[in-house]
DNA sequence: TCAAATTACGGTCGACGTAAGGATC
DNA sequence: GATCCTTACGTCGACCGTAATTTGA
């Protein structure tokens, strides 16, 4: 499991499709849907449903976004605990 | 970052010691030592002073040791929530 | 000089993007 | 046929391990 991964799977999750997830995370639908198997596999278990209008939440995956949330949260939290400068105001020297 | 580097940084920072931290994760100095200074050079801060004995936490790398420890526990959490049903997985159908 | 970290370097594995291939409506 | 997701395939970057270098007591 990576970080990549989890910030795909809550992206895809959101959209509710791979193709607009993609278009946000600026890549191609490829590595999402590549990543998301094999996020699948990793789990053991089917995150989502494919459906014709894209994808959709399966018990197991509402479940696991809780998880994946909160722990791309308190990434961001480790990241700034440090009272380092955000990208922002580093830009702004 | 990554939760390689998280769990290399976690190791080294247990160990004191680069080479024996390897040796724990089955893998050469090098790569720690990379992925190390990678991290801190994300963060923009030093988490280690670099000593003839190893190496040993600064006040950064002890408040970033419980972010990583936290991280990776919920990682784990998240990896067995699927395996065995929780209670936290009760919502709104 | 010893022990530890770091840097160099070559090779391998993984991830991306484009393109092609299903599947469902 | 349109719109998704997925698989194929070639390329490129990231990471590893061995070896060489640096640093400090």
């Known amino acids: 499991m990576s970080l990549v991964q989890l910030e795909y799977f809550v992206a895809i999750a959101e959209e509710g499709n791979i193709g607009r997830a993609a278009k946000r995370l600026h890549v191609s639908q490829p590595p999402l849907s590549r990543q998301l ?44 605990s440090l009272g380092q400068p955000s990208d922002t105001d580093r830009e702004a020297q």
């Open 37 to 80: 198997k094999s996020l699948e596999e990793e789990l053991g278990t089917t995150l989502f449903a494919r459906t014709t209008r894209g994808v959709e939440l399966l018990p197991h995956g509402k479940q696991f976004l809780h998880h994946a949330r909160r722990i791309l949260a308190q990434v961001e939290e480790a990241k700034h």
